[in-house]
């Protein structure tokens, strides 16, 4: 019964930075959540993910991005620094029970996804 719901996509240039939000709702703590990314055309990329109080990057935005929980714990969020055009794509908030189904892409939960956009 979780659904996710992310939000703070947009259009942005190259160098600048933007932070997503995934609120989630009927969500426990311990929950493994991260986010995953897609292009049109293209698998879904695993991006970062917080899980047993452990971080996990890929490594295309490692030293750029950064994962985190709310106060709440019921919301996470994707901090982006340095965003390159090769980060434009559909960025989903997911939630799983482990980090191993996590990247292995079989996740419990997805959101609707929101937009990012980055020009040159």
């Known amino acids: 019964q979780v659904q996710l719901v992310e939000s703070g996509g947009g259009l942005v240039q190259a160098g600048d930075s933007l932070r997503l939000s995934c609120a989630a709702s009927?969500?426990?703590?311990?929950?493994?959540m991260g986010w995953f990314r897609q292009t049109p055309g293209k698998e879904r990329e695993f991006v970062a993910a917080?899980?047993?109080?452990?971080?996990y990057y890929a490594d295309s935005v490692k030293g750029r991005f950064t994962i985190s929980r709310g106060s709440a714990k019921n919301w996470v969020y994707l901090q982006m620094h340095s965003l390159k055009p090769e980060d434009t794509a559909v960025y989903y908030c997911?939630?799983?029970?482990?980090?191993?189904?996590?990247?292995?892409?079989?996740?419990?939960?997805w959101g609707q996804g929101t937009q990012v956009t980055v020009s040159s």
């Open positions: 997911a939630a799983a029970s482990t980090i191993a189904t996590m990247k292995s892409g079989d996740n419990d939960y």
């Open positions: 009927g969500y426990f703590s311990s929950y493994t």
């Open positions: 917080l899980s047993g109080g452990l971080i």
